[in-house]
């Protein structure tokens, strides 16, 4: 199974800053297929970026992907107060699907 | 619009079953790879499997081998996931997602619709 390892745990930022978030794969992720998602309290995961670059549907510009092999990049060009959430980052490259344990982006 | 609308919260005793249900609208049942997902208490995400609506084939993670069965109504479009032998550690919100096609067709394994998800909470 492919570990994925997310840093930082917290991010603590301001709005209108950059928001720069990692997954590290324990082995290399086929295809780069590499997907991240939102989530807010309560509610269900958002799919943002996969392959490792594309956006999601209705998903803003200022959300981008990019990465290969095992390390792969979240970056928020200039954060709005509804960003403020946790990230997952999920590997779909082998049947075993797996997920990072989340970075938390927080109001500085 | 595509609806996946999730059965209610259960409350089990260890060593009991689940039986989950998914029923989804608003769009081919039987074109979508249907997985499922869970979120313990302010933890992380944890796929658990996948059914393939089509042909009832399932697929899933190591971790729940022997313990989870998933099956489908293709006549209701409603899928469902069953545990058994909970324990405390089940506790959980489990998520029915489906499955993403690219824009060349290609079917990929991530997730662009939920449901709200089902609590599930084991406790003697």
């Known amino acids: 199974e492919i570990v994925l390892t997310q840093s930082p745990g917290t991010l603590s930022l301001s709005p209108g800053e950059r928001a720069t978030l990692s997954c590290r794969a324990s082995?290399?992720?086929?295809?780069?297929?590499l997907a991240w998602y939102q989530q807010k309290p309560g509610q269900a995961p958002r799919l943002l970026i996969y392959?490792?670059?594309s956006r999601a549907s209705g998903i803003p510009d200022r959300f981008s992907g990019s990465g290969s092999g095992t390390d792969f990049t979240l970056t928020i060009s200039r954060l709005e107060p509804e960003d403020f959430a946790v990230y997952y980052c999920?590997?779909?490259?082998?049947?075993?699907?797996?997920f990072g344990g989340g970075t938390r982006v927080e109001i500085k | 619009q595509v609806q996946l609308v999730q059965s209610g919260a259960e409350v089990k005793k260890p060593g009991a079953s689940v039986k989950l249900s998914c029923k989804t609208s608003?769009?081919?049942?039987?074109?979508?790879?249907m997985y499922w997902v869970r979120q313990a208490p302010g933890q992380g995400l944890e796929w658990m499997g996948v059914?393939?609506?089509?042909?009832?084939?399932?697929s899933f993670a190591q971790k729940f081998q022997g313990r989870v069965t998933m099956t489908r109504d293709t006549s209701t479009r409603t899928v469902y996931m069953e545990l058994s032998s909970l324990r405390s550690e089940d506790t959980a919100v489990y998520y029915c997602?489906?499955?993403?096609?690219?824009?060349?067709?290609?079917?990929?394994?991530?997730?662009?619709?939920w449901g709200l998800g089902t609590l599930v909470t084991v406790s003697s």
């Open positions: 392959g490792p670059s």
């Open positions: 059914i393939d609506p089509r042909g009832g084939s399932t």
């Open positions: 082995q290399s992720v086929s295809s780069s297929y």
């Open positions: 608003g769009y081919s049942f039987i074109n979508y790879y």
């Open positions: 999920q590997q779909y490259g082998s049947s075993q699907l797996t």
């Open positions: 997602a489906r499955g993403v096609y690219d824009s060349s067709g290609y079917y990929l394994d991530i997730f662009d619709m």
